[in-house]
């Protein structure tokens, strides 16, 4: 969405809660990734997901537009870091984005400065130094993605240190994915965020598969250790969004396998993934999400069996164990019984085992069961 269509009347920022068409264009039309992983969210989570991006893309695209001067960015980013300032002030607001914005502000309590080390990656654009080390591209796609993932996890239901980390990860993880399948295209503007360190090439020609190859598997090895770190953090996100964050992060990870299989070129094309992989992602991450609300009901009724446990008067927890013991008596006596007069010979040995086994527990629940009876209260 271009800075231009960012104006829109205050009739049209009280309008009620809910989509409008510019916030889902935004995410739409810029990121088809995002979308799909936004549709999959609750809707007025995803409402204020599309917000956030709105707001990112808006700032984006105000500073990134090369039809105007580089005088003409520097005053648009000025304009941009003056709207924060009264974001966090409580202000009148005039663009819609920075309406919203303050809305998720208020709403989540985002610190001020993720945000501000969001425009800082912009401004580091507009100077644009390549990157010397690991750790300065590290830091440029903290500021450029990391600190979106910190926002999102606010909006997403995140409440944890740790899981704030793992989100800045997982940010990271993603802009590495972008910068490995941008190189050319990134290289015809002028600009290559590949550290020096990695690749010492400059001027305009792009370097040769031989020299880039090498230098853009290494890069998604550092991406990939990235979304190693930030999948750690799904856990800590509520049940209803882990799906959506699983096939957002699951499509930019795909994006790197590409690139993988087509031997690191990045050369000639830009690599996506195809339609019916990412059905097959969206299925995954369906079936991972019923795992995980399996698993937390199980957790429940575990939970749910030990509390009645833990509450069971001392008498009715003896005869429970008594109980028990003796029905393994009984079980020790009819698999010896079944195994005196077998029905196959192929099974002659089973019932044995199992008589066996019930005997062992007889013994260990009817010893527990003294050691019960021992500490109950005299009559």
């Known amino acids: 969405m271009q800075a231009a269509a960012a104006q829109e009347t205050e009739q049209e920022g009280q309008r009620a809660p809910g989509d409008s068409a510019n916030e889902r264009e935004s995410i739409e039309r810029h990121s088809r990734s995002f979308s799909l992983a936004a549709s999959l969210l609750p809707p007025l989570v995803a409402r204020d997901v599309r917000r956030l991006y709105a707001w990112c893309r808006a700032c984006d695209n105000a500073v990134d537009d090369e039809s105007v001067t580089l005088e003409e960015r520097r005053a648009r980013l000025d304009v941009i870091r003056a709207d924060l300032r009264r974001v966090y002030a409580g202000e009148r607001l005039e663009s819609v984005e920075s309406r919203w914005l303050q809305e998720l502000v208020e709403r989540y309590a985002i610190p001020a400065e993720w945000p501000q080390a969001l425009l800082d990656g912009m401004e580091s654009d507009l100077d644009f130094v390549r990157p010397r080390s690991q750790a300065d591209l590290e830091l440029y796609c903290y500021r450029a993605a990391g600190v979106v993932g910190l926002m999102m996890s606010r909006i997403l239901g995140a409440r944890s240190c740790k899981a704030e980390q793992y989100a800045c990860s997982l940010g990271m993880a993603m802009q590495l994915t972008n910068i490995a399948r941008d190189v050319a295209e990134d290289w015809e503007r002028g600009r ?21 190859c090498p230098v853009v598997e290494r890069l998604l090895n550092l991406a990939e250790h990235h979304y190693e770190q930030g999948c750690k953090g799904y856990p800590y996100l509520p049940l209803n969004v882990r799906w959506a964050i699983r096939v ?22 830009r690599h996506f993934v195809p339609t019916g992989r990412k059905l097959r992602i969206v299925a995954a991450g369906l079936g991972a999400g019923v795992c995980d609300r399996v698993s937390m009901s199980l957790g429940n009724v575990s939970n749910s069996l030990m ?32 195994g005196m007069n077998p029905k196959a010979d ?6 044995w085992i199992y008589s066996g086994g019930c005997a062992v527990a007889a013994a260990v629940l009817g010893w527990w069961s ?9 009559q």
Do not use: N
């Not at 290559?192 to 880039?212: F, I, K, M, N, R």
């Not at 003294?370 to 005299?378: F, I, T, V």
């Open 248 to 269: 957002a992060a699951s499509v930019y990870r795909e994006i790197g396998e590409v690139i993988r299989r087509a031997g690191y070129r990045v050369r000639e094309q």
């Open 307 to 338: 509390t009645g446990v833990t509450e069971m008067k001392p008498e009715t927890f003896y005869l429970a164990i008594f109980g028990l013991s003796l029905s393994c008596v009984m079980g020790t006596v009819m698999f010896a019984l079944v």
């Open 346 to 351: 192929s099974y002659d040995k089973l019932p």
């Open 192 to 212: 290559c965020y590949l550290p020096q360190e990695w690749l010492a090439a400059e001027g305009t020609e792009l370097p040769s598969d031989v020299e880039l």
């Open 370 to 378: 003294r050691r019960l009876a021992s500490k109950l209260p005299a």
